[in-house]
């Protein structure tokens, strides 16, 4: 079955660094985009940043600078590091990506399990 699954939330004081990590397990057939998002407790769910397949990338306005998002295309694995990181980038983080599952199937949006990031003061 195909899920994304993310790792590498955690507790970290300002000013330090974080990496997670999310891989699309079941073998998909071909994976367009693959992103981050964010939602902090009240809020919306907020676009972090995002990676085409040909490696091009956007970001927050918020982030710029501070965060990196990368893709291992052969392990079917996006990351985000995240450096000089602020009590505002406090939220869950939630992997998304665009996904074929068969050639002939559509694209679909998949969405991970969502993983805690807190940053304390």
């Known amino acids: 079955q195909l899920q994304l699954v993310e790792s590498g939330g955690d507790l970290v004081q300002a000013g330090g660094s974080l990496r997670l990590s999310c891989v699309a397990s079941?073998?998909?057939?071909?994976?367009?985009?693959m992103g981050w998002y964010r939602q902090a407790p009240g809020k919306e769910r907020d676009l972090v940043a995002v990676?085409?397949?040909?490696?091009?990338?956007n970001y927050a306005i918020s982030v710029k600078g501070r965060f990196t998002i990368s893709r291992d295309n052969a392990k079917n694995t996006v990351y985000l590091q995240m450096n000089s990181l602020k009590p505002e980038d406090t939220a869950v983080y939630f992997c998304?990506?665009?996904?074929?599952?068969?050639?002939?199937?559509?694209?679909?949006?998949?969405w991970g399990q969502g993983t805690q990031v807190t940053v304390s003061s």
């Open positions: 998304n990506a665009r996904i074929k599952r068969t050639p002939w199937s559509s694209e679909l949006d998949y």
């Open positions: 079941g073998t998909p057939y071909s994976i367009r985009d």
């Open positions: 990676v085409g397949r040909d490696g091009s990338t």
